[in-house]
């Protein structure tokens, strides 16, 4: 008989894992890039290039450039993140982090217990409320509009809970395209959001994994750019403008922060080659490396949203993101998402339910985060066909598709 492991596992451990049964043929899921998209032989000449210079640092537990990462990569980030993001800082502000999922993991374990509270935009990032959930942390979620986080309900929010004596232990926000909803929050919101928190003396976590990705290459400055009292922690990634494999992240903090991060950062660094490979490459082609990315994902966003308008007619509405990889569709009410899931699956069509990325579940019971950087066009086009055709059988919606109008099954 096989030992019995699962006798061993302390209580309160996260439910054992499924194996992996492979991507559905319609994968509009995890965030992931767009093969076509990467400049595989330009990495691969810069692997080549940072290898013969000094592969010798591989030798070394951190390439022998400290725990914070590997210092090129870091300075790299300080010139584009001052370009980019208005961001001042140093390359000792900069701890590179294996995805900015460990960033996350870091700051929570550094600064959150059990009981706490933390806001966040009401819709967010799966990873982030589910590391919430697991620790045990009250989450208030703050409505968003068409302009990001709503100031007015943080306002109440933040003083609703002083009334309680509960003061949260940070504002946590995906400011610059946020997922799922895909928003800007605009610089007179980022000022007031500032102000707010200095008032509440609530820090900041930005998470700015998306901002390289606005259509226009327009985007406001960071808010640890503005911020005047180093309050914000800030958050980056090279997962969505580069590729996700490589696992490559960044937080960017006060060294009253980072100082508390790096003892957590138990891994004895992140992967040497990715960082001397990115180093390489992004000095000579992040820049033009993104301008040709927004190009990409907004063809294969306009190719959804034809899709969407010709497959479920009115009875998919959106607002036309300004930036990023993903839509937030809201379906008729009587859709049921977690169910259209689930059955979409069944059909090969893999969709994200909305109440897994928010924290309201009546609000998002009726909508679906579509991703859009890695399928092909036609996947694309067939997959939102066969989507709208399991959302007619099982919902009766929508009741056209493809200009015909179709019976109840
Ligand atoms: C808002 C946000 N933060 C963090 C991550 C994690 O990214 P990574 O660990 O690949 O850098 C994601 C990935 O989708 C995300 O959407």
Redesign the pocket.
Known sequence: MAFDFASLVPAGSPPPAVRWPGWAKYNFTF?NNDPDGLAIADLAAAAQTALTREGRRLAEYRLNTGPQGYKPLREFLVKKLKRDAAIDCTADDILIVS????G?DLVNAALLERGDTVICERDC?E??LNRYTRRGINVVGIPLDQGGMRMDALEEALAGLKAKGVRPKFIYT?ATVQ?PTATVLGLDRRKTLLALAESYGVPIFE?D??ADLTWSGERPPAIYAMSTSQNVIH?G?F?KTIA?AL?V?FVIAPWSILSRLLPLKTDAGSGGLEQMMLAEYCEAHFADHVVDLRKRFRAKLDTLVAALNEQFGTAAEFDYPPGGIFLWVKLPDNVDTMKLRDAALAAGVQINPGPEWSIDKAHSKSRIRLCFASPTHDEIRDGIAILAEVCRKQFGVPTRSSNIERRQA
């Open positions: 965030g995805g900015s999922l460990q996350l990032y990873g982030t995906i997922n998470d994994c998306y958050l990634s997962s996700p696992r992240g």
